[in-house]
Structures are given as structure tokens and as C-alpha cells.
């Protein structure tokens, strides 16, 4: 069997790869493993805002396949870390299992 590469290559940014829970809209919750990447340090970029810069990024697999659960349909929706910090994010394609995501706000997983 070959290695498989990191999801994310280690280039030094803060990041995160392990379980997770995504919270829906209408108040459902479904297991998850995270792989996130914070693309911007807010303490680094000039005139900051969250509503005009996305600070991290990433993917969302289900953990096991549940019927009638589409993870595009948590937009936004609310990720939330096992030691229970949350952060409103987007779905932004992928499968009904699989999906990239956006944060909408300040990283769950990196404290600035």
C-alpha cells in the first residue's frame, strides 16, 4: 500500500484534522472529521473584517453515510470542535458526504 499525502501539506499555518459535529440549520446535528487550514491571521492583515475575509477553510466527510443528511444543505450551518468552540460556516460543493466549507468568522480551531 502507498502513503498517501496530507490533505494539507505542512506549510506552517495552524490547522486541524480530526472530529468534529455539524450543527444544521433547523437544529440537526451530525458527526464529522474536519480537515481545516487557516488561510489568514487576523492579527496580520491590515483594516480586518470577517464579514469581507474568510480566515479558514477546508473539508467536511460525514462519518458514516446517514440517510436523507446532505452536508451542502448546512449553509450556513455551525461547526462545532470536540472541546466545544463553534464557528458558522458554509458548504461550498462536493458530495452529499463530502463537502468543502468556508468560515464565516473566527477559526474554531486557532485562537489568534
Avoid at 490547522?15 to 489568514?40: C, K, M, N, Q
Avoid at 450551518?77 to 466545544?84: C, E, F, H, K, T
Avoid at 468560515?103 to 474554531?108: I, Q, R
Amino acid at each position: 500500500m502507498t502513503s498517501r499525502l496530507s490533505f494539507h501539506p505542512d506549510n506552517g499555518r495552524p490547522r486541524y484534522v480530526g472530529p468534529a459535529t455539524v450543527v444544521f440549520p433547523d437544529g440537526r446535528e451530525v458527526s464529522v472529521t474536519a480537515s481545516l487550514v487557516l488561510r489568514i491571521d487576523p492579527s496580520r492583515v491590515e483594516n480586518f473584517s470577517y464579514d469581507r475575509h474568510s480566515t479558514w477553510v477546508g473539508s467536511i466527510t460525514l462519518v458514516q453515510d446517514e440517510d436523507g443528511v446532505d452536508l451542502f444543505d448546512a449553509a450556513p450551518g455551525i461547526l462545532r470542535m470536540p472541546d466545544g468552540r463553534e464557528s458558522e460556516f458554509m458548504a461550498t460543493g462536493g458530495s452529499s458526504g463530502e463537502n468543502g466549507c468556508s468560515g464565516l468568522g473566527p477559526a474554531p480551531f486557532h485562537s489568534a
